[in-house]
T-cell receptor, first 113, second 116 residues
Framework: KQEVTQIPAALSVPEGENLVLNCSFTDSAIYNLQWFRQDPGKGLTSLLLIQSSQREQTSGRLNASLDKSSGRSTLYIAASQPGDSATYLCAVRPDNYGQNFVFGPGTRLSVLP | EAQVTQNPRYLITVTGKKLTVTCSQNMNHEYMSWYRQDPGLGLRQIYYSMNVEVTDKGDVPEGYKVSRKEKRNFPLILESPSPNQTSLYFC???????????????FGSGTRLTVV
């Protein structure tokens, strides 16, 4: 059974730092991996989607990498800002058609001014 | 604008009073799903649907019903709500075009339900 973990569970950094969030999954048989952002009590906003054939995706200050064989993805946030404070979740889509997305528990990020 | 729309955003109700939370998507997605999110427990899947008239249980289906009579709509029904169903609920959808290989999830904004 696919399991997704995220380390660390919480992270607090001063504004301006570059940071890395980690996502690990146990089964490398995936179609894709998606990173989401969630503000407290709000919905999930998709940040980046990496297909299994890709190694990375970039959007602005965000860069997500995928190493499917080792079951790892990282989300790199450059020059962090207080507005980046949120919970970041990763989710994998298994390549067994009909299987549901599997979510990690999230990393709660606080960027201090 | 491509989106998943949930209604209502907030709902307070009493134990035992039937309620329905609506979910609609305008992207012609085949796959739709309901989740609940509770502190410390993460996202847990309630029900999902692969297409019209095809629904299946997720991890926590007890106390919930769903229907998929039309492709765009996937309502969540609580026949007799109880306080332990107080939670934040999300609807999500995805295409299954090309088996969904190159596509991710789109989430609704959430429904905060309180059962007293």
């Amino acid at each position: 059974k696919q399991e997704v973990t995220q380390i660390p569970a919480a992270l607090s950094v001063p504004e301006g730092e570059n940071l890395v969030l980690n996502c690990s999954f146990t089964d490398s048989a995936i179609y894709n991996l998606q990173w989401f952002r969630q503000d407290p009590g709000k919905g999930l906003t998709s940040l980046l989607l990496i297909q299994s054939s890709q190694r990375e995706q970039t959007s602005g200050r965000l860069n997500a990498s995928l190493d499917k064989s080792s079951g790892r993805s990282t989300l790199y946030i450059a020059a962090s800002q207080p507005g980046d404070s949120a919970t970041y979740l990763c989710a994998v889509r298994p390549d067994n058609y009909g299987q549901n997305f599997v979510f990690g528990p999230g990393t709660r990020l606080s960027v201090l001014p | 604008e491509a989106q998943v729309t949930q209604n209502p955003r907030y709902l307070i109700t009493v134990t035992g009073k039937k309620l329905t939370v609506t979910c609609s998507q305008n992207m012609n997605h085949e796959y739709m799903s309901w989740y609940r999110q509770d502190p410390g427990l993460g996202l847990r899947q309630i029900y999902y649907s692969m297409n019209v008239e095809v629904t299946d249980k997720g991890d926590v289906p007890e106390g919930y019903k769903v229907s998929r009579k039309e492709k765009r709509n996937f309502p969540l029904i609580l026949e007799s709500p109880s306080p332990n169903q107080t939670s934040l609920y999300f609807c999500a959808s995805s295409t299954l075009r090309d088996r969904g290989k190159n596509y991710g999830y789109t989430f609704g904004s959430g429904t905060r339900l309180t059962v007293v």
